[in-house]
């Protein structure tokens, strides 16, 4: 080109450069208004973006929510895949059962049924539902949550068949869902429909008579039939949706539901938005219609979550670990903490298919190993209790410390060494040669803990322990399909309040069976035994009697402590606290 | 005229020696005289002392938890953050504190300048190793082979540094920790655990560094191929081989030091990043990056815990700059005869 040429290609570059630049920034306005009514931006973002919401209201006030719901995606909100306590949250809120536990006591109370019949025989429940709860959805065009209308135009209001629907989705072999053996332990033919042996829905106890009428039939008369049949496994599901959009049903802009709270926006890995649903009845006594207008969950680790909360970003936090001491001695501070007990329980489980954990004594000495009053104390800073056994104390059937003082499993590093000698003479082994992995889902918390009792088993015993760690929704992936995986961090929170729901976890086929790979029929009788047992001090002593065989007979887990966490609160939010593991925000209020 | 016949002590009058000064002892005179330079060297040289005596130095192993001690803090360190006065816990065992798990934060500052120094030695013998070789066989081959040589340089140049070693970071650790006993995976993984997570640092530091090297050597080949003594030595019957180790590369050697030395400081922080974020060396052996991170989940209770390692991680990246700074000044022949 020559170089007048090459000028007037250059100038014109340069021009066109100028005026794209000057653009007037019509796109934009859309987006700003977005920010002062409600919604965070609508972008990929960090948190700070979802802060905006909070700042300087217009005149009618939207109360707004600002959560943190852990470090790393809520894995699922789809009701029949559902196995973890962040999930079930969103879950639980946004679909209701035919009862639901009160997050104070325990106790189940009605919800979407009015009423149950029981058979003389305790087996046949028949529900009688709500007809009037609509199924609704978020319209972000229209920013408001609207009712759902049939192929003729009339509401759809939520039905039997609609539960009838999720339940047997839930059990549905093609679902997939790792928790339907909570239904396929108790209702009839469910085992047989969940493993493919029949293919006749019509033979699996779960029948919608009508609109109005679900009949339930199941295998034991128990106390907590009632609990698992409101479990969200059993929440109804909207088959229309479900067939049309299969597993994009539940993002953002397709998710349908009928509780206080509807999904307004979630953004992976980033942030989840609850909105109010307007249409949920006032009249159902623990239920109530929600006065706070929106629920957003952020999605932070632990340290920049409470930092964001003393930046006045965010309304409820955890504290981390190392800012405990300091906030117990601020002045400000320590009164907004509340110690909340939760029922559940934390654990290390073993592989027992992985050598070297496939022997009894390595697996024992490893729980003997552990200081659990050390890690409360030190690592923890008291958010906790030791537990010596897999059951929590406080729910029904359980045994308690002060009845049992000589039960399950406390920190004798010399028992653990001579477990442990025992097996490395006989396979003529030291132990700095062992080859041991711990995997826990990567939080603040579990690395302080991890590398402490990694620490410990150097100390007592001499080993090796190596430490990996990978995000909750990969860790719940992995550690079912991963065979190489020994030593893994586990939890277990109630799903009702029954000691059932736990020392079933680790029976043939349920929770944690494809985790430890051990299936034992001796603990199987004993769970099935204490299950039927109806005399409740006799129903304790059985309990107690499969918790000492799992915990320290067979060592299928070392557990660590029984949770009991350290919550702190801004000073205008007006909560309830939850023993359960779930908190029920239709309860609360925002003061300011 | 005493001052220009004796140039130097020990000479002969008119002597051969002055001839014989080479390029080192020319160069290092430039570089004492240079403050900097020599306070980084000093501070590279107790550094390198502090890694080779670590069990003597540090007061306890870095591995040591004395639980019951945790987050505990010298008196000195509270009037330093005032912050901490309230809640925190006094103990003038711990010089510079103690972790969220009572190890003594200045033993494991003392063992974590063998990470450090280990990646400021070995990543720029890798990348000379790689990177020169490639560059000389590229630059003294020239023709179609340098094309496609540096061609595929160009592309590897092409790749972001950071992630390209965090991808190939994340590689390792997720393909090789799950090897079969008797794999070549599982041979690399016994050996990389021996090392404290180290080895696949280095293969990812080896992978991502030599580019740059193998650049600058293929240039300066090029400009010193074409001169007089090479074309001398060819003419006596010199074999290429020995064109090249023993004429070309003595005198590109200075630019590449220097390259080098200041492209250390980028090695130390690489490592410290992937230690950051948890994909370098395994827990609990201590690196400064590892030590940051942990600190910075209790910055605002505690801050001596991440402050400290930080600064140590500053001052030697600081030491690394001024010697490479110092040595480029040192090298520059256009700077001879101007001091």
């Not at chain 1, 039905?159 to 396929?184: C, M, P, Q, W």
């Not at chain 1, 128990?222 to 496994?233: F, K, S």
């Not at chain 2, 120094?117 to 890798?126: D, N, Q, S, T």
Request: one cysteine or more; charged letters at 20%.
């Amino acid at each position: 080109m020559t170089h007048k040429t090459w000028m007037a290609v250059s100038l014109l570059v340069i021009v066109s450069l100028i005026l794209a630049a000057c653009q007037p920034q019509t796109i934009e306005k859309p987006v700003v208004q977005t920010v002062v009514v409600t919604a965070p931006p609508q972008v990929k973002t960090e948190t700070k973006e979802v802060v905006v919401t909070a700042t300087p209201k217009p005149a009618d006030k939207v109360k707004v929510l600002r959560l943190n719901a852990g470090e790393g995606d809520i894995p699922t909100i789809d009701p029949a895949l559902a196995v973890d306590v962040a999930s079930v949250q969103i879950i639980d809120e946004t679909t209701v059962g035919f009862v639901r536990q009160n997050e104070t006591t325990g106790n189940i109370e009605k919800a979407m049924a009015t009423s149950w019949n029981i058979s003389p025989d305790g087996l046949v429940y028949t529900f009688h539902l709500r007809t009037d709860v609509p199924w609704v959805k978020y319209d972000a065009k229209t920013k408001q949550v609207v009712k759902i209308k049939d192929g003729d135009g009339k509401d759809r209001t939520v039905t039997a068949k609609d539960f009838e629907y999720g339940i047997l989705r839930t059990l549905d072999k093609k679902t997939a869902s790792e928790y339907a053996y909570v239904l396929t332990d108790v209702i009839s033919n469910a085992a047989q429909f969940n493993s493919g042996e029949i293919t006749d829905t019509a033979k699996v106890g779960v029948k919608a008579i009508d609109d109005a009428t679900l009949r339930i039939t199941f295998n034991e008369p128990v106390a907590y039939n009632l609990n698992i049949a409101g479990l969200w496994v059993a929440h109804a599901q909207p088959s229309w949706l479900i067939e049309e959009k299969k597993d994009r049903w539940t993002e953002t802009g397709n998710q349908q539901s009928y509780g206080p709270f509807t999904l307004k926006e979630w953004i992976h890995d980033s942030s989840l938005t609850l909105v109010k649903n307007p249409f949920w009845p006032a009249d159902i006594p623990n239920i109530p219609q929600s006065k706070i207008d929106e629920v957003t969950f952020a999605m932070l680790a632990a340290t920049p979550a409470f930092s964001e909360f003393e930046a006045g970003n965010l309304d409820v936090a955890g504290i981390p670990l190392s800012d405990v001491d300091r906030v117990k001695a601020d002045p400000k501070l320590s009164k907004q903490v509340e110690n909340v007990p939760t029922m559940g329980t934390e654990f290390y489980t073993f592989n027992v298919k992985k050598a070297p954990l496939d022997d009894v004594r390595v697996r024992r000495a490893l729980s003997y190993a552990i200081d659990r009053k050390s890690v409360i104390d030190n690592i923890v800073k008291g958010q906790g209790e030791p537990a010596r056994w897999f059951c929590r104390p406080g729910v029904a059937a359980c045994p308690t410390p002060d009845k049992y003082p000589n039960l399950g499993i406390k920190y004798d590093p010399a028992k653990a060494k001579s477990e442990l000698d025992a097996y490395l003479k006989e396979k003529n082994l030291t132990a700095d040669k062992l080859d041991l992995t711990l995997t826990y889902n990567t939080t603040e918390g579990n690395k302080k803990i991890a590398e402490a009792i990694v620490a410990m088993w150097k100390e007592v015993l001499g080993l090796n322990a190596k430490m990996t760690n990978m995000e909750w929704k990969t860790y719940l992936a992995q550690w079912t399909s991963d065979p190489n995986m020994q030593i893994m961090r586990g939890t277990w929170v109630q799903d009702y309040q029954d000691a059932n729901n736990f020392d079933k976890v680790f029976s043939t086929g349920g929770a944690y069976a494809d985790i430890t790979r051990w299936s034992d029929p001796k603990y199987d009788e004993m769970c099935a035994k204490a299950a039927k047992e109806q005399d409740p001090a006799r129903r304790i002593e059985l309990y107690s009697q499969a918790d000492q065989y799992l915990v320290v007979d067979q060592a299928v887990i070392a557990p660590l402590y029984w949770y009991s966490g350290l919550v702190i609160y801004q000073p205008y939010v007006k909560h309830t606290q939850s023993i359960t593991g779930y908190d029920w925000f239709e309860k609360w209020d925002l003061a300011n | 005229m005493a001052i220009t016949h004796r140039a130097r002590s020990g000479d002969a009058v008119g002597g051969s020696k002055h001839q014989r000064e080479s390029l080192w002892t020319d160069a290092w005179r430039r570089l004492v005289r240079n403050r900097a330079a020599v306070i980084g060297m000093s501070i590279i040289v107790i550094l390198v002392l502090t890694a080779i005596l670590a069990p003597q130095i540090a007061p306890q192993g870095f591995a040591d938890q004395a639980r019951e001690d945790h987050d505990k803090v010298p008196e000195w360190a509270t009037q330093l953050f005032p912050t901490m006065a309230g809640y925190a816990r006094i103990s003038d065992k711990y010089l510079l504190g103690a972790d969220y798990a009572g190890r003594d934060l200045f033993s494991r500052m003392v063992y974590g300048t063998r990470i450090s120094l280990a990646v400021a030695f070995v990543g720029p013998l890798i990348s000379l190793l790689i990177g020169v070789t490639y560059g000389s066989i590229s630059g003294f081959l020239g023709g179609q082979v340098d094309e496609l040589m540096m061609r595929f340089v160009d592309v590897m140049y092409a790749f972001p540094g950071l992630l390209l070693i965090i991808l190939l970071m994340f590689f390792f650790r997720s393909t090789f920790s799950n090897a079969e006993p008797g794999t070549l995976g599982y041979a690399l993984n016994a050996m990389d655990a021996r090392f404290g997570g180290m080895l696949f640092i280095f293969i990812g530091i080896g992978f991502t560094a030599w580019d740059g090297m193998a650049r600058l050597t293929r240039a300066q080949v090029l400009s010193v191929r074409e001169k007089e003594f090479i074309e001398a030595a060819r003419t006596v019957g010199a074999s290429d081989v020995r064109i090249m180790f023993r004429h070309i590369l003595p005198n590109i050697v200075g630019p590449l030091v220097v390259t080098e030395t200041l492209s250390i400081p980028g090695y130390i922080s690489t490592e410290a990043f992937l230690s950051f974020i948890g994909l370098g060396v395994n827990p609990p052996t201590p690196s400064w990056g590892s030590m940051i991170s942990d600190g910075a989940q209790a910055l605002r209770s505690y801050p001596n815990q991440a402050i400290f390692p930080a600064l140590a991680l500053a001052i030697t990246m600081f030491a690394f700059n001024f010697l490479g700074d110092g040595l480029r000044d040192a090298f520059d022949p256009r700077l001879r005869g101007t001091q």
